[in-house]
C-alpha cells in the first residue's frame, strides 16, 4: 500500500484496484485463494471476503 489512496467512485474503479492488488500479491508467493474477515471498527461496515480462482475462458485477458 502507498501512503496516498486512491478516491474510488464506482465498481470499475473498485475491479481495478482488486485487480492490481491481487496481482501484487500473486506475483510475490501470497496465496490469495480464500477468505478474510475485513473489520473495519465502529464508522465502517465489516465485510468477508472471499477469493476464488477460476478456470479462464480461450479469449481471457
Given at each position: 500500500m502507498t501512503t496516498e489512496e486512491t478516491a474510488l467512485t464506482s465498481r470499475e474503479e473498485l475491479n481495478t484496484e482488486l485487480k492490481a492488488l491481487l496481482r501484487r500479491a500473486y506475483t510475490n508467493g501470497v496465496d490469495v485463494e480464500g477468505g478474510w474477515n475485513c473489520r473495519n471498527g465502529a464508522d465502517h461496515p465489516d465485510w468477508d471476503v472471499?477469493?476464488?480462482?477460476?478456470?479462464k475462458n480461450e479469449g481471457s485477458e
Open positions: 472471499i477469493v476464488t480462482e477460476v478456470r
